[in-house]
């Protein structure tokens, strides 16, 4: 019905940069709020990141300064622009969606996850 794929993730050096997208396909009438989590190796998944549909942003302190997410209404598209990136970012990154359907219906859906590797 809903699709959420992630692309954009590997391997890079600590101070380095990755960007992560997220795209939405299937019977989507409107994406509302969109957001990106991470899990690392232990740990709980956590918020990194939202942006609502009218581009209002929230981010994690951990990456404040550091990501930036950004989304395209038009094309159902998210991303997120990761700058500065430490080995603490290490992590599954998965994006998710508020979403409304043509039928009416509304769901939260999760894409399947990237691995981002902040290494040396």
């Known amino acids: 019905q809903v699709q959420l794929v992630e692309s954009g993730g590997g391997l890079v050096q600590p101070g380095g940069s990755l960007k992560l997208s997220c795209a939405a396909s299937?019977?989507?009438?409107?994406?509302?709020?969109m957001g990106w989590y991470r899990q690392a190796p232990g740990k709980q998944r956590e918020l990194v990141a939202t942006i609502a549909y009218g581009g209002t942003t929230n981010y994690a302190d951990s990456v404040k300064g550091r990501f930036t997410i950004s989304r395209d209404n038009a094309k159902n598209t998210g991303d997120l622009q990761m700058t500065n990136l430490k080995p603490e970012d290490t992590a599954v990154y998965s994006c998710?969606?508020?979403?409304?359907?043509?039928?009416?219906?509304?769901?939260?859906?999760w894409g399947q996850g990237t691995q981002v590797t902040v290494s040396s």
């Open positions: 299937g019977s989507i009438f409107r994406l509302n709020t």
């Open positions: 998710n969606a508020q979403v409304v359907l043509y039928s009416g219906q509304r769901s939260v859906y």
